[in-house]
């Protein structure tokens, strides 16, 4: 049995209310996450694509962008916060999952790397098992779903796409009505797989909360999907987010002077506004990196940043569940060196696996990083 196996990484965005508001909260009251001037409610959407927070909420306000900041890609984003320079992926990469390489059970394979690297990661969202939520969503409801564990969270409904960007389209060349009308319009892409993972196969557009625990397979059904592992402190994703492990404090401390000094920018451009959007960042990240209690975490935030966890399962949806598993084979077929045509055929009947994990969440950004594979079995096409 072979595996074509698709690496990806990047960070993600979710605006989710915390401990000890609500799931549903959507201002922030008494969690250390809060909706600010400028920007839409709180919602636990899981965005992995910039684009997509772009399509769905717009352009910030004009009281709200900062003339003076050009770090960071997504500034003009509603809802996406810039971060202090120091935090250089972040700002370097934006909202954005991506196919890193692609290896042949286990063997880098370049041809493939080169033909899918860059292409764009998404976990969709599917209304008929979710609600009334624009995206998938981080299931957790108050440490209800995961058994008194505030952390081990769920992401729900589950629907993994991949699609390759053909070209970066100029403003000109988007018809602003058509996407009025279809803001999810994706017209520069091409899917190259998708497919859904019901938690209940027999009854797919249950959301998770409507699953009885009375279900002879009841933890079967909602343990799969949990993390399976957690770090709470891992050095490794530190690295990768370029945090030094043993300078942890400062990530905040950096923030909180890159925003003292943006604050003193807004008002001298009386942009009383945005000066009053930044006051309130500062406000967050200074009181919720110290001890707040007996009974919570010292340092909200900087716990946070350093946790990851391990999620391993399988993506097992049918034909005949909406939506069907979905491949671009062609995709997958490259020219050999003697110019014969070979490639691989994405098998769609057999439950294709998935490892990843979601980490690094900063408070302040909203925002988090992943690292993942993709595991698809394949037939050789001779």
């Known amino acids: 049995m072979g595996y074509i196996e698709l690496q990806f990484e990047g960070f993600w965005q979710c605006r989710l209310a915390t401990d000890p508001d609500p799931s549903d909260e ?5 969690g250390f996450t809060y909706a600010i001037a400028g920007e839409s409610l709180l919602e636990p959407s899981f965005w992995s694509q910039e684009k997509d927070i772009l399509a769905k909420y717009g352009k910030k306000d004009l009281d709200y962008r900062d003339d003076l900041s050009k770090d960071y890609q997504g500034e003009e984003v509603k809802n996406i916060r810039e971060a202090s320079p120091d935090y250089k992926l972040y700002n370097e990469n934006g909202i954005s999952l991506k196919v890193t390489e692609v290896t042949v059970n286990g063997n880098p394979d370049q041809e493939l790397t080169d033909s899918l690297k860059g292409a764009l990661v ?17 299931e957790g409801r108050n ?7 505030p952390d081990r969270f769920t992401l729900n409904p589950f629907v993994l796409s991949i699609s ?6 100029k403003p000109s060349e988007i018809d602003e009505e058509l996407r009025k009308e279809n803001p999810n319009l994706r017209i520069n892409e091409t899917k190259i797989l998708e497919r859904f993972d019901p938690l209940d196969e027999a009854d797919p557009n249950q959301q998770l909360y409507e699953i009885s625990p009375d279900l002879p397979n009841f933890n079967e059904i909602v ?43 807004a008002e001298a451009m009386d942009k009383n506004s945005l000066a009053e959007a930044y006051k309130s960042r500062l406000f ?87 690292t993942g594979v993709l595991k698809l079995p394949y037939t050789v096409n001779e």
Do not use: C
């Open 143 to 149: 440490q209800i779903t995961s058994d008194g564990d």
């Open 223 to 265: 343990e799969r999907r949990l993390p399976v592992q957690r770090f709470a402190m891992s050095y490794e994703l530190l690295d990768q987010v370029g945090i030094d492990p043993t300078k942890l404090q400062e990530h905040f401390t950096n923030r909180a002077n890159w925003l003292k000094s943006k604050i003193a920018e």
């Open 26 to 30: 959507q201002r922030g009251v008494s």
């Open 284 to 370: 967050a990240v200074n009181f919720f990196t110290q001890s707040t209690g007996p009974t919570v975490l010292e340092n909200r935030l900087l716990s946070r940043i350093p946790l990851r966890q391990l999620y391993t399962h399988s993506i097992r949806g049918k034909n005949g569940i909406n939506p069907n598993p979905y491949v671009d084979q062609q995709a997958f077929q490259y020219n050999q060196p003697k110019g014969a045509i070979k490639g691989y055929t994405i098998d769609t009947n057999r439950d294709w696996q998935i490892e990843y994990y979601l980490g690094a969440y900063d408070g302040d950004l909203m925002s988090g990083w992943s």
């Open 164 to 169: 390759k960007e053909n070209r970066v389209l």
């Open 122 to 138: 998404r976990f969709e969202n599917r209304p008929e098992s979710n609600g009334p939520w624009k995206g998938p969503i981080f």
